[in-house]
């Protein structure tokens, strides 16, 4: 059996060996000053040394052998005042440390480097603009998801290091105050956008975990938005938004003219609000736009009352592109917190939102006046199948929605009057289609 003999150095001894390895004093490095016939190196033992400059600033620097080639190297630890003689003994104790399991400390430290360089280089921004580039490439860019990185969550976490977002900073410098401000949807847009940026790194493996998606955000009350859907609360509504502008001080007209036009058309709240000129059609009577959740081309008929907003609209027109231009700047759109204010201050708030008016035409349109569902869902720019199997497309069943949408539109005013909404609906079972033929005809 072989023998381990292990070297005992006395109390004594030890003491000498670091007494060897520890030659300058605090004061000693205090003092010293540039020696113009000296190297100007002053030894602490061990590797360690203090440089000085002929400027006067003195410096620590180790010498060392690296692990595998056994070359020379000297690493730099930092400037006298800020590492001071202890401080400066304890990295060359680390340094040694290092050595003796085989890492060389300038690698080391070299890795880290780039690691930090790395770690705030990959910000949320970055990827946020990369995610951009690919879905213009897509041809699903639009402008609201821009609108909303750009106002709800760049100025928050843009430049941050995508290591550094966790489920509560997301929440607490993002989706809180959304939610606070009672803008729900907003709050789960910005979710499901954060979500669909960090799934870059996430897939690069720079992140081990999408914290996006465990974002907790409140439950709405009534299906995915909260939204009027009997008569008599819709009659109610209506009636209020009519009298939006005239009775509220603070309103504008075009708020009042958007809300109108989001309850006869009851397209996607910001295809609504962030609709361009150069997407009505006058002459033809109708709309035409990407659906901004399809990103299909998508057609909206004009009832009578639709054209006639739309005129009204026209004679406002400023030089801004869009037909709801902000008040703060005519390159952008109507902000969705105006028509959220608006339907707030109409007494709506948890009880109806901009979106809400597509739940209310699909119910009413549906179960109370029994329209073709098929018809409906289409005009909804729904991705679905028919009957037949043929998915949407932009004119399919268009001379029936154009007849669907000036129904619509009658309905509303007929309700908002206080007139015999009946006449819109099939009397029994036998008539279904002749009240169809009817409404055709008309």
Request: aromatic content about 8%; charged content about 30%; glycine content about 4%.
């Amino acid at each position: 059996m072989s023998q381990v003999f292990l070297k005992f150095i006395p109390s004594n001894e030890a003491h000498t060996v670091a007494k060897q390895s520890n030659k300058l004093t605090a004061k000693t490095v205090k003092n010293l000053a540039y020696d113009p016939d000296s190297s100007n190196k002053h030894a602490d033992g061990g590797g360690l040394y203090l440089f000085i400059h002929k400027n006067g600033s003195k410096y620590w620097r180790l010498d060392y052998r690296r692990p595998i080639s056994q070359k020379r190297n000297t690493l730099a630890l930092g400037v006298y005042d800020e590492i001071t003689l202890e401080k400066a003994r304890l990295k060359r104790d680390e340094v040694k440390r290092m050595l003796a399991d085989g890492i060389d400390p300038a690698q080391e430290r070299n890795s880290h480097r780039n690691e930090l360089r790395a770690k705030l280089e990959n910000t949320f921004e970055k990827f946020a603009t990369e995610w951009l580039k690919i879905r213009e490439l897509e041809g699903k860019v639009d402008r609201e998801t821009v609108r909303k990185l750009n106002r709800d969550i760049l100025p928050f976490i843009g430049k941050l290091p995508i290591t550094d977002l966790t489920v509560e900073k997301l929440e607490r410098d993002v989706t809180n105050s959304l939610v606070e401000r009672g803008a729900l949807e907003s709050a789960r847009r910005v979710k499901s956008i954060m979500g669909m940026v960090l799934k870059l790194p996430f897939k690069r493996r720079l992140i081990t975990y999408n914290p996006a998606y465990d974002i907790t955000l409140p439950k709405p009350i009534k299906g995915n938005h909260n939204a009027i859907v009997s008569e008599s609360e819709l009659k109610t509504m209506l009636q209020k938004i009519w009298r939006y502008h005239t009775e509220s001080p603070r309103a504008r007209l075009r708020t009042e003219l958007a809300l109108k036009l989001s309850a006869y058309i009851y397209q996607r709240p910001n295809e609504i609000r962030e609709l361009l000129w150069e997407h009505v059609d006058f002459d033809n009577q109708r709309l035409c736009f990407r659906a901004s959740k399809t990103h299909q081309e998508h057609i909206v008929p004009l009832s009578r009352q639709t054209f006639d907003i739309l005129k009204q609209l026209e004679d406002m027109r400023t030089t801004s592109a869009f037909v709801f231009p902000s008040v703060k700047s005519p390159h952008e759109s109507m902000s969705e917190d105006t028509i959220r204010q608006a339907l707030n201050r109409l007494g709506y708030k948890g009880r109806h939102t901009a979106h809400g008016f597509r739940a209310t035409a699909r119910t009413i349109l549906g179960e109370e006046l029994e329209y073709r569902v098929d018809i409906i869902e289409h005009q909804l720019a729904h991705t679905v199948r028919d009957p037949s199997g043929t998915a949407y497309n932009r004119t399919k069943f268009l001379r029936r929605r154009r007849e669907l949408m000036q129904l619509w539109a009658d309905y509303l005013d007929t309700l908002r009057q206080g007139g015999d909404v009946s006449v819109f609906k099939p009397q029994s079972e036998d008539n279904i289609i002749a009240f169809n033929l009817k409404a055709k005809a008309s």
